[in-house]
């Protein structure tokens, strides 16, 4: 009984935030369909008919973003008032994007459509949500209308691999994915690189093993779940524009994004300094400056009171 009752605690220990979080996410589709049975809404998710249901979902998330984590959002002035796609890291889980999503929604009354990876619309219990809070399919035809539509599209290349087979030296994991670009040229769209400064440090996965990652590339499936959970400072920065150029290639494109990223995630060691002529941009070298690369969670935390920073 004593030993169950150590290896259980154990498991809530590691386990008990990121289980929060699915409970909060599933009682937000409960609370949404109770409001649409009560007010009788019959309009399209994306209507401002559920403006007032989303800035409540906004604001518990925000609550959420600034007691767990202190969380801080810079460079929103670097977003386009049109549409735009913004291409960002993605941690263990993307807690961090929620928090992203929440306070634009709440400072500038935008909603952002997020790309989502295809399991996500298998999960069962949370249609309407993902439909209210803008998540959509990553086709090339959803994004389009969207960013025809003026929105802000939001997309993490390296998606599920990425947040399963990354760890805290922040290694981008995009492989050959390049549709995100093809899609900026074909909207005559700008790409925004984002990134949340020690999101590795909240929430991590267990080491990759040969076994786990042929399960995921022959099921694509998240079979290794989260853990941690652990308040870390969270600060999301949005980097300057790579305004659209007709004469880019696709390749181009790819590259040049996935370099600026980089910037956003890693250390400049001499190796590296040949890339600071593609990023001049302060809120780009505030993240290199910050950022630890291996990460340390112990640091993280103490970011929580480094009062420079605030």
């Known amino acids: 009984v004593v030993i169950f009752a150590l290896m259980m605690s154990a498991i809530l220990f590691f386990f008990i ?37 989303r800035k409540t979902l906004a604001s518990f998330w925000d609550i959420c973003a600034r007691i767990w984590h202190g969380y801080e959002l810079h460079g929103v002035e670097n977003l386009p008032e049109g549409a735009g ?25 935008r909603l952002c459509m997020s790309v989502a990876d295809h399991f996500v619309f298998r999960l069962p ?26 929105h802000l599209v939001s997309i993490s290349p390296g998606g599920v691999r990425e947040a399963l087979f990354s760890d805290e030296s922040y290694q981008l994991m995009w492989g050959n994915r390049k549709g995100f670009a093809q899609v900026a040229i074909d909207a ?17 996965m267990f080491k990759e093993t040969r076994f786990l990652r042929q399960l995921y590339e022959s099921t694509r499936l998240p ?66 400056k910050h950022q630890r690369i291996p990460g340390s969670i112990w640091k993280a935390l103490l970011d929580r009171f480094d009062a420079k920073k605030k």
């Open 125 to 150: 219990g949370i249609k309407l949500l993902l439909a209210v809070s803008g998540i959509m399919p990553g086709t090339r035809e959803e994004c389009l209308s969207a960013l025809r539509k003026g």
């Open 85 to 109: 796609i913004l291409v960002y890291y993605h941690g263990a889980i993307p807690i961090d994007h929620l928090y992203f999503l929440s306070r634009l929604f709440l400072w500038k009354k």
């Open 223 to 288: 079979f290794t779940p989260p853990y941690g959970g652990i308040p870390v400072k969270f600060r999301t920065y949005i980097g300057e524009p790579i305004p659209y150029d007709p004469n880019i290639s696709t390749e181009e494109l790819v590259e040049k994004s996935q370099c600026l990223s980089c910037l956003l995630h890693k250390q400049i060691h001499k190796g590296q300094l040949s890339f600071l002529f593609q990023t001049k941009t302060a809120v780009q070298a505030l993240i290199v």
């Open 188 to 204: 005559k769209v700008p790409i925004i690189p984002m990134y949340t400064q020690n999101v590795r440090e909240a929430y991590r």
């Open 17 to 53: 935030v990121p289980l929060t979080i699915v409970f909060f996410i599933y009682l937000a589709n409960i609370l949404l369909l109770i409001y649409q049975r009560n007010s009788e809404v019959k309009a399209d998710p994306l209507s401002d008919v559920w403006d007032n249901a």
